[in-house]
């Protein structure tokens, strides 16, 4: 049987809209995501037996006509189609179309979905199914099942995390436990090697070709922003085997010859000591040599990053977002400002760049907290920074704290993004309003990127190495046709993330 997986088309005419990210968008900087968790359910099926095709559209550019095109030709009896919040109606209605060319079983994933089954079922009648959370056995049980047959609602009853359509009603079962055994999913590399161009995606902190990996799924801490804890993975942690982890990363040093980093997309790769430094002792025990990057809260003591840095760790994407203690406190953040002082000289010490993300419009915020924000970026001067209004999305703390408080300036996802695709804030309040917090972002990034100690520091950076020069240099094009410029779309609350 044939099972199709589609990344969709939108916004096409100005980037590639990258869904997969934390807040998805297209991206300034070019930032473009893997379709992974769509490659580790694909990689899934295959592994059973089942004959599959993955499109991602945004990945090639690819036209709305073409897609449709190819995935007629493949003809699939069940389809998967990936979703986002701000791009929930242009799903629904690809997924449709795909439905009357192919006649196939129409399911949706993804974090939208899952915070919001019955209301994404109700987008268009087409679509039969939407997978809740972690989505991998979900899609493979149900691609078994229409393996024998057309099923019925009964059958389809006993496939955990599914929501489906039933006749003019909505028929919720009971939530799929998470998977703790991570082992068990094959090398999402592998399925990117068989089925994806590589180079296509693309990190803007990190260096060019890059994969992307995950050592576990699940984060601890409960931030109240942050997506895919809330709605996706869970706040249980649950890891892969360390040998698991590096046969992985040696699969891929083997099999993309140009490789010039991996990424590790974990909430939070160094959530647990004892686990970062066994990662680190096996890379080096092997004799790997490479570099890599991770998501890291400011935390890790220095005896840890000095390791991991023998390991071949390059740089740290590490969630800072505010200057002010009672602002992290507000949202959950369970980091101090003197701790993330420390962290930042040990990381300097240790020689391991920080890509620093202050996120700003939290519970709490106000102008001067804003201040106290950009003094502690200037303050700790990260090799690079972005700074962001806060972006909320269904099933997390943060959406039901602005939803409550009437503070949403638009209820329709098609707002979450401006007209070239791009953020938009779309929380506004009394004494702090969507347009002044994209206003600061702007003036802090500008403030940031040309201090004349920065522009010097990141020329000689890249002059010691050719490699991180090339980088730069294509980083510091991009930044300079929109650090000096707002939005052409009209929108006040546009972000120029």
Known sequence: MKVLFINPPFMGQFGKFSREQRSPAVTKSGTFYYPMW?????????????????IDAPAKRMELNKMLLSA????????????????????????????ELAKSFIMLVGTHPSAMPEETLKINASIDAV????????VLELAMMLNKGVPDKEDLKKIDGLSFRAGDGVIHNREREFLDDVDSLPFVSEVYKKHLDYRDYFYAHSRHPIVTLITGRGCPHHCVYCLYPQTFNGHKLRNRSIKNVVDEIEYCLNSFPDLREIMFEDDTLTVNK???????????????KFQWSANSRADVDLETMLLLKKAGARLFCVGIESGDQKVLDAMKKRLTVPKIREFFKDAKKAGILIHGCFLVGNPGETKETLQKTLGLALELSPDTAQFFPIMIYPGTEAYRWASENKYLTSEDYREWLSAEGLHNCVISRPGLTNYELVEFCDRARQKFYTRPSYVAKKI?????NPHELKRLSKGAL????????????????????
């Not at 997978?131 to 979900?138: D, G, I, L, S, V």
């Not at 000689?460 to 010691?464: C, D, E, I, N």
């Open 274 to 288: 004892k686990r970062a430094l066994e990662f680190a002792e096996e890379i080096l025990r092997r004799g790997l």
């Open 478 to 497: 991009t930044l300079s046709r929109h650090i000096f410029r707002r939005h052409s779309s009209g929108k006040k609350n546009g972000c120029n993330c």
């Open 460 to 464: 000689l950076q890249g002059l010691a």
């Open 72 to 99: 007629k030709e493949f003809a699939p009896a069940l389809t998967i189609v990936d979703t986002s919040t701000p791009s929930i109606y242009n799903d629904a209605e690809v997924a449709a179309k795909i439905k």
């Open 38 to 54: 769509l490659c580790y359910a694909a990689g899934l099926l295959e592994k059973n037996g089942f004959e599959v095709k993955i």
């Open 131 to 138: 997978a809740r959370r972690e989505y991998e056995y979900t």
